[in-house]
């Protein structure tokens, strides 16, 4: 497979292990290995304390499996499979997809959702969401990119970057859509449970479609991304069959401890999910004051869900330009549109960390200094 390189991680890879303040990142705060492990109930502690560092089972450990189905009503751990999130794309679209395949995918996306496919030989039509309209999708756009050789939609919500959240009864219209032309979803589901306030969690994919593969992971809204934990979850037993013999030739299987910590994550989501929910949403609080602020540099919708948004930034030309100067002069990182394949006037802001406030409080600064 000729793949061209992976813009967003090659920008992480330059500035995040070196930038004093990371602005972007679109993971939540994360947490010692002592405090999760303080969490654990008795039986999965002394799994802990007994655990043997060998192979692990392919599929994942039957009680990661068992508790990841039980955030998916109506499917048990035989409709689960354990990945790295990453490759979990990989793992569906290369048991999924042939070139010559239609491919739709959301845009602005993360890159690997329609990278792939274009890398096997499809033909990948990007469904751009609608920034007028505060970044809402627009089945009427997407049936108009629909082929007879479509094969597989690719849609994430809670949206990475715009922070975008369908209304109600949209994804029911999606799935009659896709049924109707026997086409497959995958359902980028990194961000559920990140929905603000009291509103309701969305309704995972696989639960409603049956050709739907919902793709979720512990990275996100657990705040645990160095677990390299992730799941896909379908009702379709031949995809998923194969999509674990490909795994074959990718992880065979995973990490013995982070499974074990994945299952104590997994038991204590609701303390966990809390927590970040409400750091995730005085943080937006915060970041509101600074857009009105700054309303004649910074134009951006208000995200129904998630932890980052995508403002576009009409006091410079270039934001890829402005992101450069603004790491070299602050050491604030913030990654520009381009590194999404988006044009070069946004830039996404992740507001899942602790230090938020004093970081924003810096960029405030820099910009009344510099460009008022």
């Known amino acids: 497979m000729n793949i061209p390189a992976f813009d967003l991680e090659r920008y992480f890879a330059k500035y995040e292990f070196t930038a004093k303040y990371l602005l972007s990142c679109s993971d939540c705060q994360t947490m010692p290995v002592r405090e999760l492990v303080g969490m654990a109930s008795e039986t999965t502690r002394r799994l802990w304390d007994n655990l043997a560092l060998g192979y692990t089972e392919t599929m994942g450990h039957p009680l990661l499996r068992r508790a990841i189905a039980d955030l998916h009503k109506g499917l048990g751990p035989e409709n689960t499979l354990v990945v790295v999130p990453e490759e979990g794309i990989f793992l569906l679209m290369n048991s999924l997809l042939k070139a010559g395949d239609h491919v739709v995918c959301i845009s602005p996306a993360y890159q690997s959702l329609h990278e792939i496919a274009r890398a096997m030989g499809c033909e990948v039509s990007d469904w751009v969401l609608d920034e007028t309209d505060a970044w ?22 809670p949206h990475n970057p715009t922070g975008s959240v369908p209304g109600p009864g949209f994804l029911t219209s999606l799935y009659a859509l896709l049924e109707e032309r026997g086409i497959y979803l995958l359902s980028d589901e990194m961000y559920r449970f990140l929905e603000p306030g009291d509103a309701p969690v969305l309704v995972p994919a696989c639960q409603e479609y049956s050709r739907a593969v919902t793709l979720g992971g512990l990275s996100k809204a657990f705040g645990l991304p160095g677990l390299r934990l992730g799941w896909l979850v379908t009702r379709d037993a031949d995809l998923l069959h194969r999509m674990s013999r490909l795994k074959d030739y990718t992880t065979i299987c995973h990490s013995a401890p982070s499974e074990v910590l994945g299952v104590m994550a997994l038991e204590n989501r609701e303390a966990i999910i809390a927590r970040q929910k409400g750091l995730v949403w005085d943080n937006l609080k915060i970041l509101d004051s600074f857009f009105r602020t700054h309303q004649d540099f910074f134009q951006c919708a208000v995200p129904k869900g998630g932890s980052m948004c995508f403002p576009r930034v009409t006091g410079v030309d270039s934001t890829l330009a402005f992101c450069e100067k603004l790491v070299e002069d602050t050491g604030i990182m913030v990654a520009p549109s381009a590194m999404f394949r988006f044009g070069d006037h946004h830039v996404r802001f992740g507001f899942g960390r602790r230090d938020f406030p004093r970081v924003l409080e810096i960029l405030s600064h820099y910009i009344s200094t510099h460009f008022k």
């Open 136 to 157: 809402a999708p627009n089945l009427d756009a997407l049936e108009r990119l629909l082929r007879p050789e479509t094969k597989l939609v690719v849609v994430n919500f």
